[in-house]
């Protein structure tokens, strides 16, 4: 007997640099880059909601958006971070994928965020 497949919750757009933050991530092995494709996916399904972002001094105004934190399998921290936004009720927008490292995913969504602002297409995602 055929399992019936469920629709994703969500539709997930990804930041057009998305393919990059997981060509970074191979740098960590393969393993990492199944691991960022398996927290994308828990995305779409509701399988996981990350913890809300507001304004830090040290990473700046990312209100609005949300961290998800993730690693490969059997690895004793999280080092990895995916940042997203509810774009609407239906879709969520990926920001950026990256290490935690120094706050580092932080500023790169953030530099994303204004860069998009700054940009004459407004809906980058």
Request: proline share 4%; charged share 25%.
């Amino acid at each position: 007997m055929k399992q019936r497949v469920q629709p994703a919750r969500y539709r997930v757009l990804a930041h057009p640099a998305i393919a990059d933050d997981l060509a970074m991530l191979a740098g960590y092995g393969p393993q990492a880059v199944i691991a960022a494709r398996k927290v994308l996916d828990d995305l779409a399904y509701a399988r996981v909601t990350g913890k809300l972002l507001g304004s830090r001094y040290v990473t700046g105004d990312l209100t609005g958006y949300a961290s998800v934190k993730f690693d490969v399998p059997g690895s004793p921290t999280r080092r990895f971070r995916l940042v997203y936004g509810d774009i609407d009720n239906e879709t969520r927008g990926v920001l950026a994928i990256g290490v935690r490292d120094e706050h580092a995913i932080y500023r790169l969504a953030l530099e994303r965020l204004q860069t998009s602002n700054e940009s004459s297409t407004a809906d980058e995602f």
